[in-house]
């Protein structure tokens, strides 16, 4: 078994109740490390230390952060898992009339979670990772914002933000023994997917050149991977996790 370096370690998994998120929390949990699982729902198989917590509120943000250092003297690694879709086109237009349109409240939300949640929390615990001499930031990005998605206006415009985010705090806090990295999954077996049309998910295989949608322990173990020692050189980066995805397939 690779070592990881990981055991003990203080992390924080948003998003932790479901899907990527709870799937990372077990795994991270498996190598013996402290964790505070966040999320909005609690389920009654909570990984970890559960706490709820709305990532797109600073208040409750900076409260939660404060309670695992009061429990556990340190933060060393943060997850950005948590996010939301809803999806809708930007314009919709058919018979040569504007039928439908995105909603405030739909890019509000998704960039409510998606980025300014990413930015309260880092923003938060970063403090906490420069006066421990370091640690580690991961954040979830999507290959949504890399290439762009039909009717995902508001998630790829929030997954590109966090590129963009990755990029500048591996340049900001790198000289405090920080890194900064993002995951970019690709197709991934969570519960939006499994309410999906079986055609739409067969679209996405077809897409997929290693022939199958991803399984959330895929995500987990690339985050475990990016927060070990063995990727102690690895910082600004966005790795791809999406069997192979290239645009146009």
Same mark, same amino acid.
Request: glycine share 12%; charged share 20%; hydrophobic share 50%.
């Given at each position: 078994?690779? $070592? ?5 370690? /203080? ?14 929390? $077990? ?15 609690q389920?009654?198989?909570? /990984? ?7 990532? *797109?509120?600073?208040?409750? /943000?900076?409260?939660? %952060? ?5 429990? !556990?003297? #340190?933060?060393?690694?943060?997850? +950005? ?6 999806? *809708? ?5 058919k018979? =040569? ?7 405030? $409240?739909? !890019? ?5 979670? +998606? ?18 001499g370091?640690?580690v930031?991961? +954040?979830?990005? #999507?290959?949504?914002g ?22 500048? !705090? ?6 405090? =023994? ?6 970019a ?14 055609k ?12 199958? %949608? ?10 475990l !991977?990016?927060? #070990? ?5 690895? #910082? ?6 999406? =069997?192979?995805? %290239?645009?146009?397939?």
């Amino acid at each position: 078994m690779i $070592e990881t370096g990981l055991k003990d370690k /203080v992390v924080i998994v948003t998003g932790a109740a479901a899907g990527i998120g709870r799937a990372t929390a $077990e795994r991270f949990v498996a190598e013996g490390c402290r964790l505070a699982a966040w999320d909005v729902n609690q389920t009654p198989e909570s /990984v970890g230390v559960f706490q709820k917590v709305d990532v *797109a509120d600073a208040g409750q /943000v900076e409260a939660a %952060v404060a309670e695992v250092v009061d429990q !556990w003297g #340190s933060v060393d690694v943060l997850i +950005n898992n948590a996010g939301i879709v809803r999806d *809708a086109q930007l314009v919709k237009y058919k018979d =040569g009339e504007v039928v439908s349109q995105m909603a405030d $409240e739909a !890019w509000d939300a998704v960039i409510g979670v +998606n980025l300014k949640g990413v930015f309260n929390c880092t923003r938060a615990v970063a403090p906490h990772l420069i006066k421990g001499g370091g640690g580690v930031i991961l +954040n979830a990005s #999507s290959v949504a914002g890399i290439y762009g998605n039909f009717g995902q206006t508001n998630y790829a415009a929030t997954k590109a933000g966090v590129i963009g985010m990755t990029r500048t !705090w591996a340049r900001e806090l790198g000289r405090y =023994g920080i890194r900064v990295n993002a995951v970019a999954p690709g197709f991934v077996a969570t519960e939006i997917i499994s309410a999906m049309p079986e055609k739409v998910v067969q679209i996405m295989v077809d897409r997929t050149p290693l022939g199958r %949608v991803g399984d959330v322990a895929d995500i987990a173990e690339a985050y475990l !991977w990016l927060a #070990s020692d063995a990727a102690t050189w690895i #910082s600004g980066a966005t790795l791809s996790v999406d =069997g192979g995805l %290239v645009i146009g397939t």
